[in-house]
C-alpha cells in the first residue's frame, strides 16, 4: 500500500497547484488547491465568490513539494477573463481555469476518471496545499460514502483535511485517475463560520450607526464594542481556517464532465490511465 501512495505522489505531484489571492496590502485572502487537466485547471468553486483581491497566483511544484517549477501572477481582470463559468456554478462545487494563455505546457496533466465505477471502501489519496504551509501534502483514506445534493452525486472522504485542501484532486490509487474535486461547499462547520461572520459584520454596521451618542469620560463605548467584534471575526476566520475536519466532500469527476458538456464547454478528457504496478 505505501508502495501505491509513493507511486502516486511520484506521478502527479508536478500536477499540482496552488491558487492564492493577495489583496492591495500583499495578504493572502484565499489559498486553494488545483490541478492541471488538459487545457484547464480544475479547483475549488470559492475563487469565484471572492472579489477583495488584486493579484492571483497559480503556482506548481517540484517532487519535493516545495520547489516551484512554473508560475503566473494574474490580474484579477484577467483571472475572470480566464475562468470557465457558463455551467451552473450554484450547483457544481467547482470552477475551471483554462490554461491557454499561460505558460503551462510543460506541466503534465492528471487523467481524469472514464466511468463511474466508484466503490465505497476503496482507497484514495488527496493531494494538496493547507492554511500556514506552503508545501504540497498527500493524504490517505477511504471513500466512505456517497451523498446527493440537487441531483448532484458527491463523494466523502474519510481523512484529513483542512484549509486549502478545497480543490485538491481525489486520485484512484489504483489507476492514478482523478475521481473527484475536494470542496467545502456541503460542510457544516463552513456554514457555521459564514453564519458567525455575517452576525459579527451585522453587529458592526449596527454599532457604527450608534458612534458618537454615548460618552463616558471621553471614551465611546461603542467604538470598543466595534472594535471586540472586528477581534472576534477576526478570530473566528484564524480558527476556522486553521482546524481541520475528518472527512472532505468531493464533487463526482463524472457529474464534472456531464455538467462541463452539457453547457457547450469543449473540453479535453484524458484517456485512462494504466494501472500501477
Request: charged share 20%; aromatic share 10%.
Amino acid at each position: 500500500m505505501l508502495k501505491l501512495y509513493k507511486s502516486i505522489w511520484k506521478k502527479c505531484c508536478k500536477s499540482v497547484c496552488k491558487i492564492y489571492l493577495i489583496n492591495s496590502n500583499n495578504i493572502e485572502v484565499l489559498t486553494v488547491t488545483g490541478f492541471k487537466s488538459g487545457n484547464y485547471i480544475f479547483t475549488s468553486d470559492l475563487i469565484l465568490h471572492y472579489h477583495n483581491y488584486e493579484i492571483a497566483e497559480i503556482s506548481f511544484v517540484a517532487d519535493d513539494g516545495f520547489t516551484p517549477t512554473a508560475s503566473t501572477r494574474l490580474t484579477q481582470h484577467d483571472l475572470s477573463d480566464a475562468l470557465i463559468t457558463s455551467y451552473d456554478e450554484e450547483i457544481t462545487g467547482f470552477a475551471m481555469i483554462s490554461t491557454t494563455d499561460m505558460e503551462f505546457e510543460q506541466i503534465p496533466s492528471l487523467p481524469l476518471a472514464n466511468n463511474g465505477s466508484v466503490e465505497i471502501g476503496q482507497s484514495v489519496a488527496v493531494m494538496g496545499f493547507q492554511y500556514d504551509n506552503p508545501n504540497l501534502t498527500i493524504k490517505s483514506g477511504i471513500l466512505s460514502t456517497f451523498v446527493f445534493h440537487n441531483d448532484i452525486r458527491y463523494l466523502q472522504f474519510d481523512g484529513s483535511i483542512i484549509w486549502g485542501n478545497s480543490g485538491s484532486p481525489l486520485i484512484d490509487l489504483e489507476t492514478q485517475e482523478v475521481l473527484g474535486i475536494i470542496g467545502y461547499k456541503l460542510d457544516i462547520k463552513k456554514k457555521a463560520y459564514e453564519q458567525m461572520i455575517e452576525i459579527s459584520k451585522s453587529n458592526i454596521r449596527m454599532l457604527e450607526k450608534a458612534q458618537g451618542e454615548i460618552d463616558i469620560k471621553g471614551v465611546d463605548p461603542i467604538q470598543v464594542l466595534i472594535a471586540w467584534q472586528k477581534q472576534i471575526k477576526q478570530l473566528s476566520s484564524e480558527i476556522f481556517k486553521s482546524t481541520g475536519n475528518s472527512i472532505g466532500i468531493a464533487i463526482d469527476m463524472q457529474m464534472v464532465k456531464q455538467l462541463v458538456s452539457s453547457s457547450g464547454i469543449e473540453a479535453f478528457w484524458e484517456p485512462k490511465a494504466m494501472k500501477i504496478k
